[in-house]
């Protein structure tokens, strides 16, 4: 029952914007943590960010700080991925995932359930 879908992926232009977008099912957001991810060919999967279920507090991982927020819709059961002065290097598949009553981290493994992943391509 419990499900993420991601969306809001696609072709973006270096220095543009993007807004990703994860709609659970199946649980509640305060009772979650919720990862955003990402993978590249050939490079290990990295967490980007987090919004915790319990207050909501956010995480982000140094490369994207001052660029990508987090946020959550709570009556839209959806989790936000504002993304700004998007770089090349910021081409990946990028995942949601959940972390039941957890803090958020940026280790894959600790999360449970995962949506199937959006790509987003910042090109010229």
């Known amino acids: 029952q419990l499900q993420l879908v991601e969306s809001g992926g696609g072709l973006v232009q270096p220095g543009g914007s993007l807004r990703l977008s994860c709609v659970v099912s199946g649980f509640t957001l305060e009772h979650y943590a919720v990862g955003w991810f990402r993978q590249a060919p050939g490079k290990e999967r990295e967490g980007v960010s987090c919004?915790?279920?319990?207050?909501?507090?956010?995480d982000y991982t140094d490369s994207v700080k001052g660029r990508f927020t987090v946020s959550r819709d709570n009556d839209k059961n959806t989790v936000y991925l504002q993304m700004n002065s998007l770089k090349p290097e910021d081409t990946a598949v990028y995942y949601c995932?959940?972390?039941?009553?957890?803090?958020?981290?940026?280790?894959?493994?600790?999360?449970?359930?995962w949506g199937q992943g959006t790509q987003v391509t910042v090109s010229s």
């Open positions: 919004i915790m279920g319990a207050g909501g507090s956010t």
């Open positions: 995932a959940a972390r039941h009553w957890g803090v958020c981290v940026f280790d894959s493994y600790e999360f449970d359930y």
